[in-house]
């Protein structure tokens, strides 16, 4: 890569935070399948409504686990922004380099994560998004990035749950390296 770059490292303190509250997510799942709670609440005792609950906390819990700690390990950067373009190495489908080239705008999106909160992202448009699409080989993860595509305008989103930055910044700094490079290309 070039000297006109900036690596921006996962941040641990953060990862350690996310793993806790995946471990929490696999011990709430695996209590309410080993003591099957009751309430009062007709639909939260719905046991159809129950066994989603508890299954999709356990499966969310073990894929955060797993996904957390992985990153928790890695020892490259979560993001490098170059004049060739956008290094990404920030989620679970390591889409690797996507050049300039590639991105035919970079905005904002954000999802309402619970009643409280809302998930902001730094949304990559891409000019040809089958082209990352296709490049996942697992079916699952293609699926979701096919979701993430038609929903959200691209497959690509970059947080920064995992990152030394917050949202503000680095959307900031997304934008003036891609309206620096894009124009040179």
Request: charged residues 20%.
């Amino acid at each position: 890569m070039t000297e006109n770059k900036i690596e921006i490292s996962l941040s641990k303190t953060k990862l350690i935070k996310l793993l806790i509250f995946s471990v929490l997510f696999l011990l709430g799942g695996l209590w309410m399948i080993i003591t099957n709670p009751q309430t009062n609440n007709s639909v939260f005792n719905n046991l159809i409504i129950k066994t989603i609950a508890s299954y999709g906390s356990t499966i969310m819990g073990l894929l955060g686990i797993y996904f957390f700690t992985k990153k928790l390990f890695d020892k490259k950067p979560g993001l490098i922004l170059s004049e060739e373009g956008i290094y990404d190495n920030t989620s679970a489908f390591n889409f690797g380099l996507i050049p300039w080239t590639d991105i035919s705008e970079i905005y904002e999106k954000s999802i309402q994560a619970s009643i409280a909160s809302k998930q902001h992202f730094v949304t990559i448009g891409l000019v040809d998004p089958e082209k990352y699409i296709t490049r996942v080989t697992n079916i699952l993860k293609r699926r979701l990035l096919m979701v993430n595509s038609k929903s959200y305008g691209s497959p690509i989103h970059i947080s920064t749950n995992g990152l030394k930055t917050n949202h503000k910044d680095l959307f900031k700094l997304v934008t003036e390296y891609f309206n620096k490079y894009k124009s040179a290309v």
